[in-house]
């Protein structure tokens, strides 16, 4: 097993952490390896929290919907963690086990509906090639309003950042 790249800062060691941790704490309800590696910078931190609460807990997306992106983004980045942690969430979305296993097929199995098939071709255009082709966002665009688009690529992004974050220090490995 490889070691976590970067000391994991144990909750209440650092008086000059307490509001941030108090913040991760009644959003999160406890201070997961992520965080604990996250708190070497307070700023990031702060500002890690603020933004992936915004795209957890207050976007229009769908719970459904966005568990969905995030499980593919996570197979895609090869961030098992970020699956492991994220099965909870999408059971409680109301998605199956069977669809929440499928997120690791490549291809994509036939099982998802329309608008699920087309958030996680999304997830796959962002993770893997860059960038999304017209026809692609043409779908999304007749699918999801201005806000909705914003909310939905910004899931796709701040996901890829949390496992690619997650995969480089090594965390959860």
């Known amino acids: 097993m490889n070691e976590t790249r970067v000391p994991l800062v144990q909750a209440g060691t ?7 941790e108090a913040r991760i704490l009644a ?10 590696a ?3 910078s307070a700023p990031i931190a702060a500002g ?4 992936l609460t915004a795209v ?11 568990e969905l992106v995030i499980l ?5 980045n090869r961030a098992p963690y970020e699956f492991e942690a994220h099965i909870p969430h999408a059971l409680k979305a109301g998605l199956g086990a069977e669809k929440i296993e499928a997120c690791r097929q490549t291809p994509l199995p036939d099982l998802f509906a329309p608008r699920e098939r087309l958030v996680l071709e999304l997830a796959d255009a962002m993770s893997c090639d860059i960038e999304v082709a017209d026809a692609l966002m043409a779908a999304i665009k007749d699918s999801f309003d201005a806000t909705g688009l914003v909310e939905l690529v910004a899931t796709v992004a701040a996901y890829n950042m949390v496992s690619r974050f ?8």
Do not use: C, F, T
């Not at 593919?72 to 895609?76: F, G, I, M, T």
């Open 166 to 173: 997650l995969v480089a220090l090594r965390i959860g490995h």
């Open 14 to 20: 650092r008086p000059e952490l307490a509001e941030i």
């Open 48 to 51: 890690w929290e603020h933004m």
């Open 27 to 36: 959003e999160r309800g406890r201070i997961s390896p992520l965080y604990q």
């Open 38 to 40: 996250l708190l070497n």
């Open 72 to 76: 593919r983004v996570a197979v895609l």
């Open 56 to 66: 957890r807990k207050q976007s229009s997306i769908p719970a459904d919907l966005r």
